[in-house]
């Protein structure tokens, strides 16, 4: 009982559990069935680490960037977009070096971004990272709660429009629709790990492409009854906003951006599924972030240029529930659906780390806690003569009702603070810099023994200091934003 129990833990993800069993069935590393950590053998290929950065990046930030792109203009949007793209794809390349300490192909697995920062840095900037990470983490999902949230209000408001006419405010609360939101999350919560939300991720992705496809069209369809592009080089133009209002927003906008490419903090998890060397995991998982950044920034530029071409400086926070567009009502329906369906598996794409760290805490806190380690077996297809046909799912309870609390704490949080293009700005600008920069780039420098005040540690350093001062100054635009919109603000009264 205890060798299966071991398996259990293994496949779940504690690698302690995983090489006593390991040890005991006697499993090498040119096992079949197992890889060289004693783990059950990992199957991921570029394709399915793609697919679960592009679900992970590809989600609700893609709608704010119509706005972002008319806070800076023609010149300065789309030349931040790409700046942050190779920010993104370059300190990515970093980390996926230190998934492994030592040889790529051999050298000793960091399962998760807190294990490689602990195995190539020590002391204080452990104990931050972690913290950094995992309250990155929490605000994620609860960005992405606000935001399914207005899309399936949006849904709602669109059938409105449609049927009372465009003169109808349609004021409509979105806390009932986070709640939905809250009780899907809670269902899909129970699924124990990455390897087992591939298909989720997959169908996240192909959402995302729909939605981001119907923004696309929509926008051309616009343009061309506009007779024209709308815009300007520079952006919104002081008159329209004061000085200082056009400062906070332009940092805003950085934020936003930054959002909308984020997918650090779980690149190594989403490495440690890729199946075993050669070629090596960083290899691939370089080779999967090109076409991930690649792409992605594709659908960002036809989206977000196509947004402000549309509405310029009226470029509605979120391009397909702000209400540019009216009709036809049922494709916005399909669009904003498709939205909710990529942030199911988006939030449970972000929050598998935090759990699993959790869970792993748990077991080894306390290790002889049935509640925290036994798995009950629920069969899910039965015989005829009542017994179970075959396949089941292994029910936690401590799994059960951690992940269960932890999506209440976000639902909640979520209708304290409905500010969706503020939230994701301050979101992108608190992990931009530490946690996409700073961390990947200082165990680069470790990993690599690059020499200190070499060129190549030079030119690291100064990337990392132009990064925070990005962080800074638009950390400063979205609590600026926030502080103004909580001046006519009612807690779980905010209507759309």
Not at 294 to 305: D, E, K
Not at 388 to 393: E, F, P, Q, T
Not at 402 to 412: K, Q
């Amino acid at each position: 009982m205890g060798e299966i129990n071991g398996v259990v833990a293994a496949k779940q993800g504690y690698p302690a559990a995983a090489m006593e069993v390991s040890a005991e069935l006697g499993h090498t590393a040119g096992s079949k069935l197992y890889d060289d950590d004693g783990r059950l053998k990992r199957s991921g290929t570029m394709w399915t680490a793609s697919a679960h950065i592009i679900t992970a990046v590809i989600g609700s930030g893609v709608l704010s960037l119509g706005w972002a792109i008319a806070q800076l203009g023609w010149v300065a949007g789309p030349a931040v977009m790409l700046l942050f793209s190779f920010l993104t794809y370059y300190t990515s390349a970093l980390l996926a070096d230190c998934y492994r300490s030592g040889d790529e192909s051999t050298g000793k697995r960091n399962y998760t971004y807190m294990d490689a920062v602990n195995s190539n840095l020590s002391g204080i900037k452990v104990q931050i990272c972690g913290f950094l990470q995992y309250a990155n983490i929490v605000g994620v999902a609860i960005g992405y709660t606000i935001a399914a949230s207005i899309s399936m209000l949006a849904i709602k408001r669109a059938n409105c429009f449609h049927v009372n006419g465009h003169g109808d405010p349609c004021n409509i609360s979105s806390t009932p629709y986070m709640i939905i939101f809250g009780v899907v999350e809670i269902f899909f919560s129970q699924i124990p790990d990455f390897d087992q939300i591939s298909w989720l991720s997959m169908l996240a992705a192909v959402m995302s492409f729909t939605y981001s496809i119907i923004g696309l069209g929509l926008g051309v369809v616009q343009v061309v009854a506009n007779r024209g592009v709308q815009g300007s080089l520079t952006g919104i133009s002081i008159g329209v906003v004061t000085p200082i209002d056009k400062v906070w927003r332009s940092l805003q906008a950085f934020g936003d951006i930054a959002f909308a490419y984020s997918y650090s903090l779980i690149l190594i998890e989403i490495q440690d599924t890729i199946r075993a060397p050669p070629p090596s995991e960083a290899k691939v998982m370089r080779h999967a972030t090109v076409v991930s950044v690649a792409v992605t920034t594709f659908f960002y530029m036809l989206c977000g240029c196509m947004g402000y071409a549309t509405f310029g400086d009226g470029a509605p926070g979120n391009l397909l529930t702000g209400f540019g567009f009216y009709e036809p009502f049922w494709l916005l329906d399909i669009a904003n659906a498709a939205i909710v369906i990529h942030l199911v598996g988006a939030y449970q794409v972000y929050c598998q780390p935090l759990y699993a760290f959790v869970e792993k805490w748990a077991q080894q806190r306390w290790p002889k806690s049935w509640y925290i380690t036994k798995d009950i077996e629920v069969p899910l297809s039965m015989s005829s003569s009542g017994a179970s046909a075959g396949r089941s799912y292994k029910l936690n309870l401590f799994r059960l009702t951690w992940r269960s609390a932890f999506v209440v704490l976000t639902t909640v949080v979520s209708m304290l603070l409905p500010f969706f293009n503020d939230v994701v700005g301050l979101l992108g600008a608190l992990g931009f810099w530490p946690l996409t920069v700073y961390f990947p780039v200082e165990m680069y420098i470790v990993q690599k023994r690059i020499p200190k005040w070499s060129t190549r540690w030079v030119c690291l350093q100064l990337l990392s200091l132009a990064c925070l001062i990005i962080t800074v100054a638009s950390a400063a635009g979205s609590i600026a934003g926030i502080m103004s919109d909580l001046k006519v603000y009612k807690p779980f009264a905010t209507t759309y």
